[in-house]
């Protein structure tokens, strides 16, 4: 090889252009600095749904072969630009959908400081501080959740399907033995696990990649509240055992997707501890209530799950990809991901390298996006926050009742399913309410019927955008019925 192609010239040159000069770095933050304020300003606003269609996106995208370079002021615009008009807005407080949430300026922060160090977490000798960081967040919120703070275990993950996961491998470690060595060709029988028919159905692929398969997933009835039946459980696991199958799971949902609702964790977990299965609770979303006063008493039955999800990045305003997988027992996760290799740094018997403890071995140090907002706004600053969301929920529900809409759904907490007292057409109001696009909002399934479902995600969501809310959804009724 040429030694001059190892000049300093050419080494500067480089460095450069992959981190800018200081005033290209300033050029660029000013540009970014614009962008945050005028979003900022605009997001009330701002079309919820994407303005752009397919084609004009892939117009955009097309521009790009990547052979050559291109200015980053023409890059960034363009990137911005398909963010602002080629998406939906989760961030607008005219979102009222699914679990995304508005994500607050310090998670943001948190992020780009992340992106800034690039910490790697596979072991504690590379990242002290930050694995540190995260276990006492795990450690913390295992506690509000009633676990024992030094028994407490757990690690951060890219979402509730990891997390639900890491409980499946650690369940199946656990109660079938030989699991971890010899996998599922050793076993005389099925194993098989329960969830409830309302759960988070991402339990059907990671059925699927455990190698258990669909089959093995039993889906649970519920009640008319859409709460897990646990009669119906209880006559589910006395037929499977009956058959030959071999229970090893019960899965509790903390806040369903479809409709806001706490199965009875208190009653299930006693079936579990009867009938020796592994009990975990998905509260990926609302087990943010932990962190209230007020409302943390609807998860009661949670302190004797062995294990819990939660995703902070579903009630709790952190980015995407800040989920949580937190154990009672820390000595859980041992068995199911110990492994040995000759080129990882050693660790040491106090200081646990998280690779040989959870799913994933490079690890980005996700945790920080919630301890920053956490340390700074505090746990009062939370439970503050639910607390009006709820109370904004409430104040939704009402609200339609008083204007010829039936609530379907029952819970406490801020996911309103319902739909119009003379029938209109759930289908027919969505396409009208989305045309408009000015709010947003989905449909769902709830006792067998369909119904339109709004959430509170949003904590940039006020009482006026829940009346215009209800300015959307009766002039859509209105449309419909005039066309119909």
Known sequence: ???????????????????PEQGERTEVFGFLKNVVENYVADISTIKVNPSMSKADIAG???????????????????????MEQ?????????????????????????????ALYNPQLAVWSHAPACVDIEEKLIRYLGQLAGFTPAHVGGAFT???????????????????????????????????????????????????????????????????????????????????????FTPFMLVGTAGTTNAGVIDPLAEMAVVA???????????????????SDHHSPLLRG??????????????????????????????????????STNYMPAGDDVNIDPYVNSMQWSRRFNGLKLFIPLAILGRAGFSKMIDYQVELGAYLKSSLELHGWVVVNATPLPVICFKDA???????????????????????????????????????????????????LNQARDAVRKSG
Request: aromatic content about 8%; proline content about 3%; overall charge negative.
């Open 273 to 291: 501890r009867e009938q020796g299965l592994y009990f975990h609770v998905d509260a990926a979303w609302a087990g943010a209530i932990l962190l």
């Open 1 to 19: 090889m040429s030694t001059t192609t190892l000049n300093t010239d050419v080494s500067r040159e480089i460095i450069a252009s992959f981190f």
């Open 60 to 82: 955009v995208i097309a521009r790009y072969d990547f052979d050559g370079s291109l200015p980053a002021a023409s890059v960034l615009g363009d990137v911005i630009n398909l």
């Open 422 to 472: 003379g029938g209109v057409n759930i289908d027919q109001l969505l396409v009208q309410v989305l045309a408009a696009n000015q709010v947003w909002l989905s449909s769902t399934t709830f006792n067998k019927e369909k119904a339109l479902r709004t959430c509170i995600t949003s904590y940039r969501s006020t009482r006026a955008d829940v009346d215009n809310l209800l300015v959307q």
């Open 302 to 339: 949670i302190e004797l799950a062995d294990s819990i999800t939660l995703d902070a990045h579903k009630w709790l305003t952190a980015p995407m990809g800040t989920g949580m997988f937190i154990c009672a027992d820390k000595t859980l996760l041992n068995e199911p991901f110990a492994v």
């Open 86 to 114: 080629g998406m939906v807005h989760v961030t607008s407080p005219n979102y009222f959908g699914l679990f995304n949430p508005t994500s607050s300026f310090w998670g943001g922060i948190a992020d780009f400081i992340t």
């Open 158 to 244: 890219t979402g509730g399907a990891e997390a639900n996961c890491t409980a499946l491998i650690c369940a199946l470690t656990r109660k079938i033995p030989g699991f971890a060595k010899q996998g599922l060709q050793s076993q005389p029988s099925q194993p098989v696990f329960y969830i409830s028919a309302d759960s988070h159905l991402a339990w059907l692929k990671i059925a699927l990649q455990s190698g258990l398969g669909h089959d093995a997933v039993r889906l649970v009835g519920v009640d008319v509240n859409g709460k897990m039946d646990v009669a119906q459980l209880s006559a589910t696991l006395a037929d499977d055992r009956q058959r030959g």
